[in-house]
């Protein structure tokens, strides 16, 4: 494609993004359908018809399609709409002003996934200008409700309009980022997923005064001794395949060889290799601890009533991840026996659970994905990913498609910030530079795995 389409990409998708961003979905409540509504509004500029889907009032999903002659299996582009709250006090810019600036869009969403939406619509708009000839429909659909478990968005559209948006294939979030390492940026492909085990813990007491805390007993203090259990413990270290084949690729790199070495032929190194990585390369130790074994992190803490009494109750909220070939009873009975000494002054009540999910490497798409990246590229490597969290994939997965989380990004700095992962955290942002990157190689993806 030629270098001024290229340029004309720059503006319109960065555009596209910070319009995107200025419009807040946070969830709760989410109100989608406002970003849903403008979606239609800037395809339908280029000929494409788009639906939108309410389950609730204001909690739309934007649906619509490029055809393709059927020859080949349908493609869906998924995203989400809604994003997590973000404090503005936090922010060196208005975390909803969709800014642009030092050569990034800066705003919540612009990593989490608003920067991807932006990026599958330019794509779409690239296939209809250019009267691209594809055996395929690519299908795009960017949801509701992802944030708070997907259940009014992916999940509602599948069980109620599934001819709509099922695809043997899917793209979604969850991988594509480059991990820099000293001479060449390793791009990962998530494959995989864990599990999500959401689960709120009751702590009970006897209240009392508070300037007499030995005669009452405390709610507070036994959760206190729950959370030190829960975030205390250790699950057992498993490596995977999918973890195994990010290692090797990680040991390609001299400075991590020896390490990465360590940790395949002999896993019950694991704490004391990875304790002595992260006094040099911390983020390398950020990307692998998470997924070698389960986590259980708290995330909300409610308790006490006044001052000056002793709380009879205090409940506090938990984010359980668990490895593919775990289960979620699995995973409930452990919890209740790492808690057994207190159990009888607890109430455990799950919120959500989803199951861990993976789909093949061996796929055609896998394959057109790593020689692109190789093509534009060739010095880089690719390696699949298991995600520590989860995304709507999950969906689509149990119904037989194949899903990859593929948001193609490198490495990146801002200017003035030392720049690290941002997703759910402050000053979020993605460079103009990774929306033109993202969009050339998701098309070069689209065009190779169709054609």
Not at 342 to 355: G, N
Not at 374 to 400: I, Q, W, Y
Request: include cysteine.
């Amino acid at each position: 494609m030629a270098v001024p389409l290229w340029q004309e990409v720059e503006s319109e998708v960065t555009a596209i993004l910070s319009e995107l961003i200025r419009i807040d979905t946070t969830n709760p409540p989410g109100n989608e359908t406002k970003a849903a509504k403008y979606i239609a509004e800037i395809l339908n500029k280029d000929g494409f018809q788009c639906e939108i889907f309410e389950p609730v009032p204001q909690r739309g999903s934007v649906v619509t399609r490029f055809k393709g002659s059927g020859e080949k299996p349908n493609l869906l582009f998924l995203s989400h709409l809604d994003v997590v709250a973000a404090k503005a006090a936090e922010w060196s810019v208005n975390p909803f002003g969709g800014v642009v600036k030092d050569g990034f869009v800066w705003g919540r969403g612009a990593l989490d996934m608003k920067g991807m939406t932006a990026i599958e619509i330019m794509v779409l708009k690239l296939l209809k200008r250019n009267n691209t000839h594809l055996k395929g429909d690519v299908i795009l659909a960017a949801t509701a409700d992802e944030e708070m478990g997907g259940l009014n968005g992916a999940m509602y559209l599948l069980q109620k309009h599934p001819e709509k948006i099922f695809a043997p294939y899917v793209l979604n979030e969850g991988g594509g980022w480059a991990i820099p390492l000293s001479n060449k940026n390793l791009y990962t492909i998530q494959t995989a997923e864990k599990g999500l085990l959401w689960f709120k813990v009751k702590a009970k007491g006897t209240p009392g005064h508070g300037s007499m805390p030995d005669a009452a007993d405390n709610a507070i203090m036994r959760m206190h001794r729950v959370i030190d259990k829960l975030c205390n413990y250790r699950g057992s270290i498993s490596y995977l395949p999918v973890v195994k084949q990010l290692l090797e690729e990680l040991s390609k790199d001299k400075k991590l060889r020896d390490s990465m070495n360590s940790l395949l032929t002999n896993p019950q190194s694991t704490n004391s290799v990875l304790a002595e990585l992260s006094k040099t390369m911390p983020a390398i130790v950020d990307e692998i601890r998470p997924r070698i074994s389960m986590t259980i992190t708290p995330t909300i803490i409610h308790g006490g009533i006044k001052e000056n009494v002793v709380p009879s109750e205090c409940e506090a909220v938990f984010d359980c991840r668990i490895l593919p070939g775990q289960t979620i009873e699995q995973a409930q009975k452990l919890i209740k026996q790492i808690l057994v000494e207190e159990l009888d002054k607890l109430s455990v009540e799950t919120i959500q659970a989803q199951e861990p999910s993976e789909s093949s490497i061996e796929t055609p798409l896998y394959q057109v994905i790593s020689n692109v990246l190789k093509d534009l590229e060739p010095n880089c490597g690719v390696a699949p990913l298991l995600m520590a969290g989860g995304t709507d994939s999950r969906f689509f997965r149990r119904l037989g498609s194949v899903c990859y989380g593929f948001h193609p990004m490198r490495s990146e700095t801002c200017p003035r910030v030392k720049m690290t992962r941002r997703e759910h955290g402050v000053d979020e942002r993605i460079s103009v530079e990774n929306l033109v990157f993202g969009t050339r190689v998701l098309y070069e993806t689209v065009t190779r795995f169709l054609s």
